[in-house]
């Protein structure tokens, strides 16, 4: 069992860039999926990036500009996201799955982080 605890987000101008943490101790070290997710206002919750010992993915949408990895040595997991946009602005949610990405099953979830992005 983990829970995941996001951090990092904040206000930016557009074009900024930010680094997203996700404390997920042990688990960083598990096979399992872990992923980031975002809600924006007035939107439902949509996948970013998702990670396990086999493959990592990206929605279209994101890829290019975040990129998702493990920091092993801290133990969490990264979201950085490059050249934000004012519709990057939302809450960022870390997540954690006790199965592979490939079932999209996620278990745990943290409270979210808050990115807000002005032009």
């Known amino acids: 069992q983990v829970q995941p605890v996001e951090s990092g987000g904040d206000s930016v101008q557009a074009g900024g860039s930010l680094r997203l943490s996700c404390v997920v101790s042990g688990y960083i070290y598990t096979k399992f999926c872990l992923g980031w997710f975002r809600q924006a206002p007035g939107k439902e919750r949509e996948e970013i990036a998702v990670i396990d010992a086999d493959t990592t993915t990206y929605r279209d949408s994101f890829k290019g500009r975040f990129a998702i990895f493990k920091d092993y040595q801290k133990e969490r997991l990264i979201l950085q996201m490059t050249n934000l946009k004012p519709e990057d602005t939302g809450m960022y949610y870390c997540?954690?799955?006790?199965?592979?990405?490939?079932?999209?099953?996620?278990?745990?979830w943290g409270q979210g982080t808050q990115v807000t992005v002005s032009s």
């Open positions: 997540a954690a799955s006790g199965d592979y990405c490939w079932r999209r099953q996620f278990t745990y």
